[in-house]
Protein backbone atom coordinates (compact mmCIF):
# COMPACT_ATOMS: atom_id res chain seq x y z
CA UNK A 1 0.00 0.00 0.00
CA UNK A 2 1.11 3.69 -0.68
CA UNK A 3 0.50 6.78 1.29
CA UNK A 4 -2.77 8.40 0.38
CA UNK A 5 -1.02 11.73 -0.16
CA UNK A 6 0.67 12.87 -3.43
CA UNK A 7 3.97 14.71 -2.00
CA UNK A 8 4.69 14.00 1.63
CA UNK A 9 2.81 12.12 4.31
CA UNK A 10 2.43 14.86 6.93
CA UNK A 11 1.91 11.74 9.72
CA UNK A 12 5.14 10.57 9.28
CA UNK A 13 6.98 13.50 11.05
CA UNK A 14 5.50 12.06 14.66
CA UNK A 15 7.17 9.32 16.32
CA UNK A 16 7.30 7.16 12.94
CA UNK A 17 10.19 9.82 12.29
CA UNK A 18 13.69 8.11 13.27
CA UNK A 19 12.24 5.19 11.08
CA UNK A 20 11.54 6.75 8.13
CA UNK A 21 14.69 8.99 8.64
CA UNK A 22 16.78 5.70 8.36
CA UNK A 23 15.10 3.88 5.84
CA UNK A 24 14.83 6.66 3.76
CA UNK A 25 18.24 7.65 3.71
CA UNK A 26 18.84 3.72 2.87
CA UNK A 27 16.37 3.82 -0.32
CA UNK A 28 18.56 6.91 -1.21
CA UNK A 29 21.74 5.13 -1.17
CA UNK A 30 20.20 2.32 -3.12
CA UNK A 31 18.58 4.52 -5.70
CA UNK A 32 21.79 6.43 -6.77
CA UNK A 33 24.28 3.67 -6.36
CA UNK A 34 24.24 1.95 -9.71
CA UNK A 35 23.42 5.09 -11.21
CA UNK A 36 27.17 6.54 -9.97
CA UNK A 37 28.75 3.37 -10.30
CA UNK A 38 31.53 2.30 -11.22
CA UNK A 39 33.30 5.56 -11.37
CA UNK A 40 31.41 6.44 -7.14
CA UNK A 41 30.21 4.59 -4.39
CA UNK A 42 27.21 5.55 -2.31
CA UNK A 43 27.86 5.06 1.80
CA UNK A 44 25.52 5.51 4.95
CA UNK A 45 27.33 7.17 7.47
CA UNK A 46 26.14 7.71 10.81
CA UNK A 47 26.81 10.89 13.23
CA UNK A 48 25.80 11.44 17.11
CA UNK A 49 24.35 14.49 17.95
CA UNK A 50 23.09 15.42 21.49
CA UNK A 51 19.35 16.45 22.27
CA UNK A 52 20.29 18.74 24.90
CA UNK A 53 16.52 19.91 24.69
CA UNK A 54 14.35 16.99 24.24
CA UNK A 55 11.55 18.28 25.92
CA UNK A 56 10.27 20.44 22.30
CA UNK A 57 9.68 16.57 20.87
CA UNK A 58 7.66 14.93 23.97
CA UNK A 59 4.68 13.68 22.32
CA UNK A 60 5.90 14.31 18.91
CA UNK A 61 9.06 11.74 18.63
CA UNK A 62 10.21 10.96 21.92
CA UNK A 63 8.45 8.92 24.72
CA UNK A 64 7.93 11.10 27.27
CA UNK A 65 11.43 11.82 29.76
CA UNK A 66 9.31 12.76 32.60
CA UNK A 67 7.78 10.43 34.67
CA UNK A 68 5.08 11.82 37.29
CA UNK A 69 4.31 10.06 40.85
CA UNK A 70 1.74 10.52 42.81
CA UNK A 71 2.03 10.50 46.33
CA UNK A 72 0.35 8.74 48.59
CA UNK A 73 -1.97 10.21 51.29
CA UNK A 74 -0.92 11.09 54.28
CA UNK A 75 -3.88 11.82 57.14
CA UNK A 76 -2.65 14.59 60.34
CA UNK A 77 -4.36 15.13 63.18
CA UNK A 78 -6.49 18.80 62.99
CA UNK A 79 -5.83 20.46 66.20
CA UNK A 80 -8.25 23.54 67.52
CA UNK A 81 -7.40 25.28 71.00
CA UNK A 82 -4.52 22.58 71.71
CA UNK A 83 -6.92 19.65 71.70
CA UNK A 84 -7.50 17.13 68.29
CA UNK A 85 -10.34 17.03 66.96
CA UNK A 86 -10.24 14.94 64.02
CA UNK A 87 -7.97 13.78 61.12
CA UNK A 88 -7.84 15.13 57.56
CA UNK A 89 -5.97 14.42 54.52
CA UNK A 90 -3.20 16.69 53.64
CA UNK A 91 -3.78 17.46 49.93
CA UNK A 92 -2.19 15.45 47.13
CA UNK A 93 0.55 16.83 44.98
CA UNK A 94 1.89 15.63 41.90
CA UNK A 95 5.66 15.28 42.17
CA UNK A 96 8.03 15.35 38.64
CA UNK A 97 10.64 13.87 38.19
CA UNK A 98 12.45 15.37 35.26
CA UNK A 99 15.54 13.84 33.66
CA UNK A 100 17.95 16.30 32.43
CA UNK A 101 19.97 13.85 30.70
CA UNK A 102 20.56 14.64 27.23
CA UNK A 103 19.07 12.26 24.27
CA UNK A 104 21.65 10.68 21.98
CA UNK A 105 20.54 10.56 18.24
CA UNK A 106 21.96 9.15 15.10
CA UNK A 107 21.79 10.60 12.26
CA UNK A 108 22.26 8.86 8.96
CA UNK A 109 24.00 10.81 5.90
CA UNK A 110 24.63 9.79 2.12
CA UNK A 111 27.66 9.86 1.17
CA UNK A 112 28.86 10.21 -2.59
CA UNK A 113 32.83 9.48 -2.46
CA UNK A 114 34.64 8.56 -5.79
CA UNK A 115 36.67 5.18 -6.08
CA UNK A 116 40.28 6.08 -7.26
CA UNK A 117 41.07 8.55 -3.83
CA UNK A 118 37.84 7.68 -1.18
CA UNK A 119 37.24 11.49 -1.44
CA UNK A 120 34.09 12.79 -0.87
CA UNK A 121 32.40 14.40 -3.36
CA UNK A 122 28.65 14.93 -2.27
CA UNK A 123 26.75 14.52 1.14
CA UNK A 124 22.78 14.37 1.09
CA UNK A 125 21.34 15.03 4.62
CA UNK A 126 18.13 14.38 5.71
CA UNK A 127 17.26 16.63 8.44
CA UNK A 128 16.27 15.70 12.03
CA UNK A 129 14.47 17.74 14.52
CA UNK A 130 17.74 18.32 16.52
CA UNK A 131 18.98 20.12 13.12
CA UNK A 132 16.53 22.60 13.59
CA UNK A 133 16.62 24.37 16.93
CA UNK A 134 19.28 25.41 19.40
CA UNK A 135 21.81 23.94 20.48
CA UNK A 136 21.83 21.81 17.46
CA UNK A 137 21.07 24.25 14.93
CA UNK A 138 24.39 26.15 15.20
CA UNK A 139 26.10 22.91 14.80
CA UNK A 140 24.50 22.17 12.07
CA UNK A 141 25.42 25.16 10.25
CA UNK A 142 28.88 25.07 11.15
CA UNK A 143 28.78 22.12 9.93
CA UNK A 144 27.16 23.02 6.31
CA UNK A 145 29.75 25.81 6.12
CA UNK A 146 32.49 23.20 6.66
CA UNK A 147 31.63 21.17 3.74
CA UNK A 148 31.35 24.18 2.02
CA UNK A 149 34.60 25.15 2.36
CA UNK A 150 35.91 21.46 2.03
CA UNK A 151 34.64 21.76 -1.87
CA UNK A 152 31.74 19.14 -1.22
CA UNK A 153 28.04 19.77 -2.85
CA UNK A 154 25.29 19.58 -0.36
CA UNK A 155 22.01 18.41 -1.37
CA UNK A 156 19.85 18.94 1.77
CA UNK A 157 16.55 17.70 2.65
CA UNK A 158 13.54 19.21 4.76
CA UNK A 159 10.55 16.64 5.31
CA UNK A 160 10.07 18.39 8.61
CA UNK A 161 8.07 21.11 9.41
CA UNK A 162 8.37 21.84 12.73
CA UNK A 163 11.83 23.90 14.02
CA UNK A 164 13.88 26.63 12.29
CA UNK A 165 15.62 26.08 8.57
CA UNK A 166 19.06 26.18 8.60
CA UNK A 167 19.29 28.31 5.75
CA UNK A 168 17.11 31.66 5.45
CA UNK A 169 16.79 34.21 2.70
CA UNK A 170 14.22 36.94 1.93
CA UNK A 171 13.64 35.37 -1.40
CA UNK A 172 13.45 32.04 -0.04
CA UNK A 173 9.05 31.35 -0.70
CA UNK A 174 7.82 30.00 2.49
CA UNK A 175 6.70 27.05 2.15
CA UNK A 176 5.86 23.37 4.22
CA UNK A 177 9.06 21.40 2.62
CA UNK A 178 12.20 22.49 0.99
CA UNK A 179 14.99 21.04 -0.53
CA UNK A 180 18.44 22.61 -0.70
CA UNK A 181 20.99 22.37 -3.33
CA UNK A 182 24.79 24.09 -2.50
CA UNK A 183 27.41 23.09 -5.28
CA UNK A 184 31.19 23.17 -4.17
CA UNK A 185 32.67 25.95 -5.83
CA UNK A 186 29.97 28.38 -6.41
CA UNK A 187 27.55 30.74 -4.12
CA UNK A 188 24.43 30.03 -5.57
CA UNK A 189 21.89 27.95 -3.36
CA UNK A 190 19.34 26.04 -5.59
CA UNK A 191 15.87 25.32 -3.78
CA UNK A 192 13.12 22.99 -4.03
CA UNK A 193 10.00 24.53 -2.37
CA UNK A 194 6.80 22.60 -1.76
CA UNK A 195 3.88 22.56 0.10
CA UNK A 196 1.50 19.32 1.36
CA UNK A 197 -0.47 19.03 -1.70
CA UNK A 198 2.42 19.04 -4.11
CA UNK A 199 4.55 16.12 -5.56
CA UNK A 200 8.10 15.44 -4.38
CA UNK A 201 10.41 17.13 -6.94
CA UNK A 202 12.84 14.96 -9.05
CA UNK A 203 16.62 16.51 -7.27
CA UNK A 204 19.81 16.43 -9.69
CA UNK A 205 22.79 14.85 -7.28
CA UNK A 206 25.85 16.59 -8.46
CA UNK A 207 29.18 14.78 -9.11
CA UNK A 208 32.75 15.52 -9.54
CA UNK A 209 33.44 17.63 -12.20
CA UNK A 210 33.05 17.39 -15.43
CA UNK A 211 30.44 14.41 -14.58
CA UNK A 212 26.69 14.96 -15.31
CA UNK A 213 24.41 15.05 -12.33
CA UNK A 214 22.24 12.45 -11.29
CA UNK A 215 18.95 11.89 -10.39
CA UNK A 216 17.05 11.57 -7.19
CA UNK A 217 13.34 10.57 -7.52
CA UNK A 218 12.28 11.64 -3.86
CA UNK A 219 8.82 10.18 -4.50
CA UNK A 220 10.12 6.90 -5.91
CA UNK A 221 12.02 6.29 -2.46
CA UNK A 222 9.24 7.36 -0.08
CA UNK A 223 6.81 5.17 -1.87
CA UNK A 224 9.59 2.24 -1.53
CA UNK A 225 9.85 2.88 1.98
CA UNK A 226 5.95 3.07 2.69
CA UNK A 227 5.08 -0.26 1.62
CA UNK A 228 8.29 -1.97 2.52
CA UNK A 229 7.73 -0.63 6.37
CA UNK A 230 3.81 -0.66 6.07
CA UNK A 231 3.67 2.40 7.79
CA UNK A 232 -0.44 2.58 7.50
CA UNK A 233 -0.45 -0.34 10.14
CA UNK A 234 1.19 2.65 12.51
CA UNK A 235 -0.83 5.74 11.44
CA UNK A 236 -4.72 6.37 12.72
CA UNK A 237 -5.68 8.60 9.74
CA UNK A 238 -8.58 9.70 11.88
CA UNK A 239 -6.30 11.75 13.71
CA UNK A 240 -4.96 15.15 13.47
CA UNK A 241 -1.26 14.89 11.88
CA UNK A 242 1.52 15.83 14.04
CA UNK A 243 2.08 19.11 14.76
CA UNK A 244 2.51 22.51 14.04
CA UNK A 245 -0.98 22.32 13.34
CA UNK A 246 -2.30 22.99 9.85
CA UNK A 247 -4.55 26.07 8.71
CA UNK A 248 -8.43 25.02 7.79
CA UNK A 249 -7.60 24.98 4.05
CA UNK A 250 -5.22 22.18 4.67
CA UNK A 251 -6.94 20.53 7.51
CA UNK A 252 -10.17 19.98 5.04
CA UNK A 253 -7.68 19.07 2.07
CA UNK A 254 -6.36 16.46 4.42
CA UNK A 255 -9.89 15.03 5.40
CA UNK A 256 -11.13 14.93 1.97
CA UNK A 257 -7.03 12.95 1.66
CA UNK A 258 -7.88 10.19 3.87
CA UNK A 259 -11.78 9.91 2.99
CA UNK A 260 -11.07 8.71 -0.18
CA UNK A 261 -8.78 5.80 1.37
CA UNK A 262 -11.76 4.98 3.07
Do not use: C
Not at 40 to 48: D, I, P, Q, S
Not at 180 to 204: D, H, Y
Amino acid sequence: MKSPFPGMDPFLEGYLWPDVHNELAAAIKAQLAPQIAPKYVARLELYTVDDSSPESEIGIMYPDVEILRRTSIVREPMVAYGAVTEVVPISEPTVIIASNKAISINIPVIEIRDVAKNRLITAIEILSPVNKRKPGLDAYQEKRLDMHRSGVHLLEIDLLRRGTRPFVHPRLPQSDYLVLLMRAGTQKTEAWAFNLPESLPVLPVPLAHPDADVQLNLRQALDLIYERSMYQLSIDYAKDPPPPEFDAAAKAWIQEVVNKTE
